[in-house]
């Protein structure tokens, strides 16, 4: 089974504070993408002002509004204010089995959220997680750990697995504990890499990213997807026109391919 997968974070679908609505550019370009699983971040689920002050703003929660005819959606709220809420968000061309949001707000000036979807594939269900975590590293922290303990206590080792968002870790010092913990890999890794100088060409595994922001002139490793349980074809970041105007991220895409487990016949 061959999956075409993005990652995207479409900064509520309006420009720096709001002046100029992008959000139809921008389903405009999701569906030229042609993908069967987004994964989105800052997706507006409701604000009323923005829907007062631009004309022809959706009716609809952008995430119904993106999925639009050819795809389903789940949405989880996370930031909650007065005037509306934003959140996480997936696009899924197969149906949706379930959907939880796990509250992992590391205090309270940032409302953050894990949105875990399962997916009925052809192949396999597939565990789906939509990540934005916090712009301080012990915040991260924490949060990939509720990760890990979430995927450890509620999935099986073997699960078809997908994890991908606004990781906000520039320095990626969260994939290590993915890649021991959950058995993933980024997308953009290769395997391992000889650290400039060293004797030693596996002392150190030194795991690739993307840059997707900021979108102008992408220099920081951002948004990442990991996965488990599949083979990576093509993995890629889409600069240039028309996503270094949409938002202030780039989107990532990928191809994957994914491979039922052979069961022994004496198993």
């Not at 930031?79 to 959907?99: C, D, P, T």
């Not at 959950?182 to 290769?190: H, Q």
Request: aromatic letters at 8%; one cysteine or more.
């Amino acid at each position: 089974m061959k999956l075409r997968i993005a990652t995207y974070n479409i900064h509520k679908g309006v420009s720096a504070f709001g002046r100029r609505a992008r959000i139809h550019a921008i389903k405009e370009a999701i569906d030229l993408l042609d993908a069967d699983l987004i994964f989105l971040q800052e997706v507006q689920g409701q604000h009323d002002h923005h829907a007062v002050r631009h004309a022809h703003w959706p009716g609809q929660a952008q995430h119904d509004f993106l999925a639009g005819d050819s795809h389903h959606s789940s949405y989880g709220m996370n930031a909650v204010y007065e005037h509306g809420h934003h959140g996480n968000a997936l696009l899924s061309r197969f149906a949706i089995a379930a959907s939880t949001n796990h509250d992992v707000s590391d205090h309270a000036y940032e409302q953050r959220g894990i949105l875990h979807s399962v997916i009925q594939a052809p192949a396999a269900d597939i565990h789906c997680f939509v990540i934005h975590l916090g712009l301080f590293a012990a915040s991260r922290r924490r949060q990939v750990q509720a990760l890990i303990h979430e995927i450890q206590s509620s999935l099986p080792p073997d699960a078809p697995l997908i994890i991908a968002g606004d990781f906000n870790d520039w320095r990626n010092h969260l994939s290590t504990s993915l890649y021991e913990s959950l058995g993933v890999r980024e997308v953009f890794d290769d395997g391992l890499h000889q650290l400039p100088g060293s004797q030693h060409p596996l002392q150190k595994k030194i795991i690739k990213t993307g840059r997707t922001f900021p979108a102008g002139l992408p220099w920081l490793s951002l948004d990442r997807v990991y996965v488990r349980g599949f083979a990576v074809e093509q993995a890629q970041v889409l600069t240039g026109a028309p996503w270094n105007k949409l938002s202030d991220h780039v989107p990532i895409l990928a191809t994957l391919h994914y491979a039922a487990p052979c069961i022994s016949d004496h198993a």
